[in-house]
């Protein structure tokens, strides 16, 4: 081990790229989205699905979140979508990214969430509802 008279000169660059990086890493990319609309999830169609899910907004546009309680007992082709008194096809966000967890999806930009207050999983196979979040 080699002990420099002057540590300090040595740690300092390193030190001052640790306070850099910790800051940049430091708060969460959510911690300044705002939430618009929050629900949870209820089952259709004989299934169970459950958890909390959000729109948010932030610089890089609207975002749906899953939380982490989100759990899905599994069908063929599930999808995510918005609804007003009903699943709306022409919202359609993309498959479901996972059975269980939280997971997040972009609007698309042209696509105000504002409109909906509903937020759906879809089987587009079969056309049935697989479970359904009231967002208020």
């Known amino acids: 081990m080699i002990v420099s008279p002057m540590p300090h000169a040595r740690c300092l660059p390193l030190a001052a790229v640790l306070c850099v990086t910790l800051t940049m890493a430091w708060p969460p990319a ?49 999808k995510v979508a918005f609804g007003h008194d009903g699943y709306d096809p022409a919202t359609l966000i993309g498959p479901l990214k996972a059975a269980s967890g939280a997971q997040s999806y972009a609007v698309p930009a042209g696509l105000d969430p504002a409109g909906y207050d509903e937020v759906w999983i879809w089987c587009e196979e079969f056309a049935v509802p697989l479970g359904m979040a009231k967002i208020e």
């Open 30 to 78: 959510s911690a300044f989205a705002e939430t618009l609309k929050s629900g949870r999830f209820t089952g259709a169609s004989g299934h169970d699905v459950s958890g909390a899910v959000t729109i948010e907004s932030g610089e890089g546009g609207a975002v749906l979140r899953f939380g982490p309680d989100f759990s899905f007992d599994g069908a063929p082709d599930p």
